[in-house]
């Protein structure tokens, strides 16, 4: 089992970055990849980023626009989202999940395509 936990969330004016982290720790030898997903209230989770942990393939939406690149460090087992020139439509709960089964890219998308979840970290952006 993997246990996942996010930090970096904050408060941040529009056009402001921020740096999430995904620290995982169990059994994380196991795991095939690592997304990113947010979900504002009122409003179905949505996919952020992905990343493969061996290889280190990434995957984005169109809706992000290329401004969230993903990275990972192997050895402190942890994947960030560099968030750059946020705006306030941002603003969410910014979750990261991880699968241990085998995805091809497009399937990372997808909520369902992850076995284990952190807690969230919130992000907001100011107008």
């Known amino acids: 089992q993997v246990q996942l936990v996010e ?10 970055s921020l740096r ?25 989770r949505e996919f952020v980023a992905a990343i493969r942990w061996s290889g ?7 809706s992000v626009e ?3 690149p993903i990275s990972k460090d192997n050895a402190k087992n942890t994947v960030y989202l560099q968030m750059v020139n946020l705006r306030p439509e941002d603003t969410a709960v910014y979750y ?24 969230g970290t919130q992000v907001t952006v100011s107008s």
């Open 20 to 44: 999430l982290s995904c620290a995982a720790s169990g059994r994380t030898f196991g795991t095939y990849a690592v997304g990113w997903f947010r979900q504002a209230p009122g409003k179905e």
């Open 96 to 119: 990261c999940a991880a699968t241990d089964l085998f995805r091809v890219g497009s399937v990372l998308a997808n909520t369902a395509a992850y076995e284990f979840w952190g807690q």
């Open 66 to 68: 290329g401004r969230f």
């Open 7 to 16: 930090s970096g969330g904050g408060l941040v004016k529009a056009g402001g």
């Open 56 to 62: 280190g393939d990434t995957y984005y939406p169109d």
